[in-house]
């Protein structure tokens, strides 16, 4: 694999920041491209053609940039068109879903699994087969939350009693013991996480983007020692995406967000 | 004003149905159709630029049905667009609020007068200016609602908890009689009227679609007696529009509906 010094990452929105932050502790020396198409945000509702076709054009928009090698930082995106953008595009790309199912696998004691996911992510019964190919014992449990990235996505904090009601009838489909381990499927969740612990006590959370962060430095032949830069772009302006993404990012900060016309890609 | 038979309704989603429901009311003899931007709803959390943007497209898809005039059934486009689309395109648009600020000055005693709507909604300022060129002693209290337009679009029902404590905390602004009138000044709003009711007895609620079915059927020179029929189309398929649709209709059906990739016109 050539040498990546320049690296695209995308998602919906808000999410993929969760993925750049991981990335950022796991790896140096980056030139990162992050593009979140915040005018489109949320992809999960929506159907299969519709997030293979933004995909194409989040895809397109980062080789513009240069990158050597893009990361789908939207769990949406990694099990309904990985496949087909990997097939497609003369790039390196590289979802989220491989590196998470080997690690609920590898944490998971009973085999017992669950996934919380959008709809299209739980529609898709891509963690289920990647999961079931590395472990074929293992039982996967499925729960398509359609609320959390709107309610993310509007700034309603993890202790909100909002969040807290969304986040309890979620996990009820877990109750009891049924599963030790809960992947995390979309990189808009770990937002959520410490609400999450809270109310499924015992349970191992993945961090999807943490997985594939720890994966990616593995795989890359990076630069060590040197500091990581990142260029923010976004096809909505105007909506706060900055200060959002200041608040969450605990490794790299976002200072100037540039806009993109998504469409033309 | 050249007859009306074919007329163009747009929203971003499925709130443009309770405006059809209210025209389909009140007026007869009509060819409606309706497109729902299903693929990039929500438009309320967007800037005012790409709200201007997704509406130029969907009125040009409706001019590409040949229709005689547009109905904006979306309370964001409606306040953020309205002037440009009007200035810009050569068929009559009709939009939400001028009905609506008329409706409410006329139903409030107090002429102290609520609006709650999508954040470009309230950001605009278009209700308050509206209503005070109606009754110049008018004083607006807008609240800015963002979850409600996803709870709904994702199938979450009036008597729900969820739906119960986002309204109540919406609805906190206009406690203590500080107004007896509110606008619903989104389209999607009236799925939810019931449970604003309850939470705030002795207001009244104003829906917009009601109020413009109204001012259109004193407008139009409409064929009477005859029924009238709905092509629909979305920018996304697959997502239950057409089921959804069904369920809150009362006037018209949703059958059969059609897929328009909107990002070419």
Chains 1, 2 share one sequence.
């Not at 939207?74 to 790039?91: F, H, K, N, P, W």
């Amino acid at each position: 694999m050539k040498r990546i010094r320049r690296l695209g990452v995308f998602d919906s929105g808000l999410g993929g920041l969760t993925v750049l932050n991981e990335i950022c502790k796991y790896n140096e020396g980056l030139e990162i491209v992050y593009f979140g198409d915040t005018a489109r945000v949320p992809y999960g509702s929506r159907s299969d053609e519709t997030i293979l076709s933004y995909a194409r054009q989040d895809v397109r928009f980062l080789m513009a940039q240069e990158v050597d090698a893009v990361v789908v930082a939207c769990g949406t995106v990694s099990a309904i068109a990985i496949d087909r953008l990997q097939a497609e595009m003369d790039i390196p790309i590289f979802g989220v879903i491989p590196s998470a199912a080997k690690a609920a696998v590898e944490s998971s004691r009973t085999k017992r699994i669950g996934l919380i996911g959008t709809a299209a992510t739980v529609r898709s019964g891509a963690y289920k087969r990647t999961i079931t190919q590395i472990e074929p014992r293992a039982e996967v449990v499925a729960e398509a939350c359609p609320l959390l990235v709107p309610l993310i996505e509007n700034g309603c904090k993890p202790d909100d009693e909002l969040a807290e009601l969304a986040c309890k009838r979620y996990l009820e489909a877990f109750g009891g013991g049924r599963v030790d381990t809960i992947v995390m499927g979309c990189t808009h969740y770990p937002f959520y996480r410490r609400t999450f612990e809270r109310l499924a006590p015992g349970v191992s959370f993945i961090d999807i983007g943490e997985a594939l962060a720890r994966e990616l430095a593995s795989l890359l032949p990076l630069a060590k020692g040197e500091s990581t830069r990142v260029s923010y772009y976004v096809s909505d302006s105007d909506t706060g995406f900055g200060e959002i993404a200041s608040r969450f990012l605990t490794v790299v900060e976002a200072k100037e967000v540039r806009p993109v016309n998504i469409e033309k890609y």
